[in-house]
């Protein structure tokens, strides 16, 4: 099914460099491919304590090996393989095959730096230290928290994990092997058609994209295999929306009705009986639907992980402390309290914010605003918010949607415009973007 994708796409050679004319133009941008530039290594003896080795955590391992001489760097994280999550849908709907979102932290930490292969379990900012799960003191003189975020499956009575790909029970999220097993319901669901239910958590939730790409890709198989006019297809949204930008979350609206798929607002899946296939969902009054389903896709509520949410870090009052967020300054992305602390990625505790994209854009702010301080001076450099989704819509087809904090739209590549499916956009995540994400990782971007 991979290689169909050129083939059911007569896409003519002028489109192709036009695409490459897309990708030159944009470099630079939120989703170029340039690299960075080479800067000439600061004499530093800091300790410097960076916990998380996902791509926030290793972008800036990376590019402060490089930028400092003498530093001790040191990453805090027991994960020892790295999964590309943005390909996550990708093996989810069939797309890509499994072994393509997985690579190990290995190859990806530079020299020179040490690796505790264990994970935070408190953090102790007042003493500047970080103590690991085995009791490991780290002391440090900046930390930088890239630890991701917590899935909250517990929220949802009955659910199980390890039962994700049974019983029609999808889910894109918890990991590689739990894509796949959901790509297998969805791909039995579209051979027979049948009552599909897609959800969305009230909590901030990370490539929130990713329900509304599991509901148009669902849909879209089910036409493939000629089932679509026996299905029926409900999202179920525990909010007022389904996506925070206004003006993408109406295009998705329009969309989903002329496919013929009902939205339920505040609608919150509540319980799961997996035997059963009956799913119950919470309205705002309090009350509860229970409804029968052939195919369920839960995305949980997200939440920052305990040992972050339970330490001083965290936001302590607004609607950031709820999920427990790091307290960060949203332009700074410097923590509001503790200025030898930065945020990077999942965890930051902003308006918006929870993709790869704003992990490109955001990394080597963070890395200059940490030099500054660390000369002294105050952080000079000020993120926007840029958050980039490539939504897709069809086998062929995505809109490449970017903002900002302020809810503006944002384009970076020239002939994709936001709110027209384009071949180009579907190249982007199909092919392109897992050659940047590297190079974030790596540091070059």
């Known amino acids: 099914m991979n ?3 050129e083939k059911t796409n007569n896409v003519s050679r002028r489109n192709f460099l036009l695409a490459g004319t897309a990708l030159t133009v944009a470099a630079g941008s939120g989703v170029g491919l340039t690299s960075a530039p080479a ?3 600061i004499k530093s003896s800091a300790r410097i304590v960076i916990v998380g080795s996902g791509l926030a955590g290793l972008g800036m391992v990376n590019r402060l090996r ?3 001489d003498g530093a001790k760097i040191t990453l805090l994280d027991a994960k020892k393989v790295h999964h590309y999550q943005p390909g996550f849908t990708l093996v989810a709907t ?6 393509k979102v997985s690579d190990t932290n290995k190859e990806l930490i530079p020299a020179g730096v040490e690796w505790v292969q264990e994970m935070a379990h408190e953090f102790k900012p007042d003493t500047n230290q970080v103590i690991t799960d085995s009791g490991r003191v780290l002391d ?6 890239a630890t991701g975020l917590h899935l909250d499956f517990d929220q949802i009575e009955g659910m199980d994990v390890g039962r994700i790909g049974s019983n029609g029970l999808a889910s894109v999220y918890p990991s590689p092997d739990h894509a796949l097993a959901s790509w297998k319901a969805m791909e039995k669901f579209c051979k027979t058609g049948g009552r599909a239910l897609m959800t969305l958590p009230n909590t901030a939730i990370k490539c929130a994209g990713a329900p509304l790409k599991m509901t148009f890709m669902l849909a879209n198989r089910a036409q493939q295999a000629g089932t679509l006019a026996k299905s029926s297809i409900d999202f179920h949204s525990a909010i007022t929306s389904v996506f925070s930008v206004p003006v993408i979350n109406q295009e998705v609206l329009n969309r989903w009705d002329t496919i013929g798929i009902p939205v339920h607002f505040q609608s919150k899946l509540v319980a799961v009986d997996i035997d059963g296939q009956r799913a119950t969902f919470e309205k705002a009054d309090g009350s509860r639907v229970v409804e029968d389903y052939d195919f369920l896709h839960v995305a949980p509520a997200m939440c920052a992980p305990d040992s ?18 790091l307290d960060v300054d949203p332009g700074t992305l410097q923590h509001n309290r503790y200025k030898n602390v930065f945020g990077v990625g999942d965890i930051n505790g902003t308006a918006k914010g929870k993709t790869a994209a704003t992990v490109k854009k955001s990394v080597p702010l963070v890395v200059e605003n940490l030099l500054s301080v660390m000369a002294g001076e105050e952080p000079k450099k000020i993120f926007d918010g840029y958050t980039s989704c490539p939504l897709l819509v069809r086998e062929g ?14 384009p970076t590549v020239p002939f994709v415009k936001p709110l027209e499916e384009s071949y180009f956009a579907w190249l982007l995540k199909y092919r ?3 050659p940047s994400y590297i190079a974030v990782a790596k540091g070059h971007l």
Do not use: C, H, M
Request: hydrophobic share 45%; charged share 20%.
């Open 66 to 68: 490089r930028q400092l």
């Open 94 to 99: 069939g797309i890509w095959p499994v072994d």
């Open 39 to 41: 800067q000439a290594a």
């Open 308 to 325: 972050v949410r339970k330490s001083p870090l965290a936001w302590q009052e607004g609607p950031q402390a709820q999920g427990g967020w």
């Open 140 to 145: 440090y003189d900046y930390l930088v928290v």
């Open 397 to 410: 087809a995505a809109l490449l949607v970017e903002f900002d904090y302020q809810n503006n739209l944002t």
């Open 3 to 5: 290689d169909s994708v």
């Open 432 to 434: 392109l973007f897992k």
